[in-house]
């Protein structure tokens, strides 16, 4: 029979507070083997401090505390597995934004690079499958990410060419509140039927100011910024969502190296060459 430990004993033993061992008996992760019950002391067994010990690598490894209850309490060795394997994949992923910000926050520092130029162009109305929707800021990729998936399987389905490339328009509103109205289109030699998300939209004809941005969309803020200050100088700026045109993007590469988005303002040409 395992020997039996004081919450103290088994704080030290297994690099635990007790402050933390309490929180962790409250919420069901790691209960005592027994509860005095006129003082409510907490005595844990040697044969829980395995158990313990994986805990704590767990959150240094920032799991949530209902992951690794679910890590725990999994039925066989193959869900387990899976659970940890999906958490280490979400840390692969938050090292790559990471090390994506550091990358580009080492650019800023080290001074401005070069402006890309910026070009006007006129661009007729265009048929387009799209969906539209009001989202939030932070929602944004995910909500980009499925849209587009689903622009795309309908297309298929249905046999459909496009006939351009899949765009963006934004309104101002997501920018300035965080929250606004968000379209993802892609042309169309045909008006598309109406399908679940999907529905036909008619882009409007529009005087832009655009900009080309090489790479990942995690920095593409310097493009936006770039092509702001254009605008503000040559006071050619309309009300109007921002568009952005992606050349090659995620639907056509993993590779974001090789991306290359269009960012356009809406503006009132003068007739004057960027």
């Given at each position: 029979?395992?020997?039996?430990?004081?919450?103290?004993?088994?704080?030290?033993?297994?690099?635990?507070?007790?402050?933390?061992?309490?929180?962790?008996?409250?919420?069901?992760?790691?209960?005592?083997?027994?509860?005095?019950?006129?003082?409510?002391?907490?005595?844990?067994?040697?044969?829980?401090?395995?158990?313990?010990?994986?805990?704590?690598?767990?959150?240094?490894?920032?799991?949530?505390?209902?992951?690794?209850?679910?890590?725990?309490?999994?039925?066989?060795?193959?869900?387990?597995?899976?659970?940890?394997?999906?958490?280490?994949?979400?840390?692969?992923?938050?090292?790559?934004?990471?090390?994506?910000?550091?990358?580009?926050?080492?650019?800023?520092?080290?001074?401005?690079?070069?402006?890309?130029?910026?070009?006007?162009?006129?661009?007729?109305?265009?048929?387009?499958?799209?969906?539209?929707?009001?989202?939030?800021?932070?929602?944004?990729?995910?909500?980009?990410?499925?849209?587009?998936?689903?622009?795309?399987?309908?297309?298929?389905?249905?046999?459909?060419?496009?006939?351009?490339?899949?765009?963006?328009?934004?309104?101002?509103?997501?920018?300035?509140?965080?929250?606004?109205?968000?379209?993802?289109?892609?042309?169309?030699t045909?008006?598309?039927?109406?399908?679940?998300?999907?529905?036909?939209?008619?882009?409007?004809?529009?005087?832009?100011?655009?900009?080309?941005?090489?790479?990942?969309?995690?920095?593409?803020?310097?493009?936006?910024?770039?092509?702001?200050?254009?605008?503000?100088?040559?006071?050619?700026r309309?009300?109007?969502?921002?568009?952005?045109?992606?050349l090659?993007?995620?639907?056509?590469?993993?590779d974001?190296?090789?991306?290359?988005?269009?960012?356009?303002?809406?503006?009132?040409s003068?007739?004057?060459?960027?």
């Amino acid at each position: 029979m395992p020997a039996a430990l004081a919450i103290g004993d088994f704080s030290r033993a297994t690099s635990l507070s007790i402050k933390t061992l309490r929180h962790y008996h409250r919420v069901g992760l790691l209960a005592p083997a027994q509860v005095d019950a006129d003082t409510g002391y907490r005595w844990y067994t040697t044969d829980q401090i395995p158990t313990a010990q994986v805990i704590r690598r767990f959150r240094t490894l920032d799991m949530p505390l209902e992951q690794i209850h679910a890590v725990l309490q999994a039925p066989d060795l193959a869900t387990r597995n899976e659970l940890i394997s999906a958490h280490l994949a979400s840390l692969e992923q938050n090292l790559a934004r990471t090390q994506s910000a550091v990358a580009s926050l080492r650019d800023l520092l080290a001074g401005p690079s070069p402006a890309a130029p910026v070009s006007h162009r006129q661009v007729e109305a265009v048929t387009a499958a799209a969906v539209t929707a009001h989202i939030a800021m932070s929602d944004l990729v995910p909500w980009y990410s499925g849209a587009l998936a689903e622009l795309q399987a309908t297309l298929e389905a249905q046999g459909l060419r496009t006939a351009g490339p899949t765009g963006g328009m934004f309104a101002g509103e997501l920018f300035t509140d965080e929250a606004g109205q968000a379209t993802v289109f892609v042309p169309t030699t045909i008006e598309v039927p109406r399908l679940g998300r999907v529905e036909p939209l008619l882009v409007p004809a529009a005087e832009l100011a655009v900009i080309e941005h090489p790479g990942s969309l995690a920095d593409v803020d310097r493009a936006y910024g770039s092509l702001a200050a254009y605008v503000a100088d040559h006071e050619l700026r309309l009300d109007g969502p921002i568009r952005e045109y992606y050349l090659v993007g995620r639907q056509d590469t993993a590779d974001e190296g090789q991306w290359r988005t269009e960012v356009c303002w809406p503006i009132f040409s003068t007739g004057a060459a960027a």
